[in-house]
C-alpha cells in the first residue's frame, strides 16, 4: 500500500488496462479533482477510498481548528470578532459571522485609520492553515504594491470567526473605498 500523503498516491491512476495511459496520467496531473481512481466493481477501488478518507478527515481538523492569539500577535494585527464566540458557533450560525461584535466596532474606531482607499481584512475562515501558511507570501507584498500604486492603505487587522460578507460593515464604519478580505478557506 502507498503511502497516502506520498506524491507517487497523488498520481496514482487506479484504472486497470487503460488503452490511454498517458492521457490518463495527463488528466490527473491536471486537476485535483478524484479522476482515473478506477472501480472495484460498483465501488470505489480501496486506495482511492482509503484517500478520500484521509482527505476528508484533514479537511474536518482544519475547520475545526483555532488560529493562535500568539500567531496573530506575532503578525503585529489587532485582533477583534465577529458576534460570535466559538468554532462550533461560527460552523452553526453563519449569518452571526457576517457582523462585527460592538467591541470590535469600538476598536475599530479607535485604532484604525479612516477614509482608506483600501482596507485590508485577515480572517480564519474555514482553514487556519490556509491562513497562516500563506500569510506572508500574500500580504506584505498586497501592501507594498498598494502603497506603491499610491493608495492610502487602512491599519489591518484579524477578524476571528468572520464571514465574506463582515467586509460591507468593515467598509461602511471606516469609510474604506475597497476591502479585501483574506480568508481561510479549503480547497475545492
Not at 56 to 74: F, G, I, M, N, Y
Not at 92 to 102: A, E, I, V
Not at 117 to 139: H, K, P, R
Request: proline share 5%; net charge neutral.
Amino acid at each position: 500500500m502507498l503511502d497516502l500523503g506520498s506524491a507517487e498516491a497523488k498520481a496514482w491512476i487506479g484504472v486497470e488496462n487503460p488503452h490511454r495511459a498517458d492521457v490518463l496520467t495527463e488528466l490527473r496531473r491536471s486537476t485535483a479533482a478524484r479522476v482515473c481512481t478506477g472501480r472495484a466493481g460498483p465501488r470505489p477501488r480501496t486506495q482511492a477510498l482509503l484517500r478520500f478518507l484521509a482527505d476528508h478527515s484533514r479537511s474536518k481538523d482544519t475547520v475545526l481548528k483555532e488560529v493562535p492569539e500568539e500567531w496573530v500577535k506575532a503578525q503585529g494585527l489587532l485582533e477583534v470578532r465577529s458576534e460570535i464566540s466559538d468554532k462550533n458557533l461560527y460552523l452553526t450560525r453563519p449569518d452571526m459571522g457576517r457582523r462585527l461584535s460592538p467591541e470590535a466596532i469600538d476598536a475599530l474606531k479607535s485604532q484604525c485609520v479612516m477614509n482608506p482607499d483600501v482596507q485590508v481584512v485577515v480572517s480564519d475562515g474555514l482553514s487556519t492553515d490556509a491562513i497562516t501558511a500563506n500569510y506572508e507570501e500574500i500580504l506584505p507584498p498586497l501592501l507594498a504594491g498598494l502603497k506603491q500604486a499610491g493608495l492610502n492603505v487602512g491599519t489591518p487587522f484579524f477578524v476571528r470567526y468572520g464571514r465574506v460578507k463582515i467586509e460591507d460593515q468593515i467598509g461602511e464604519l471606516l469609510g474604506a473605498k475597497v476591502v479585501i478580505l483574506l480568508v481561510g478557506e479549503r480547497r475545492a
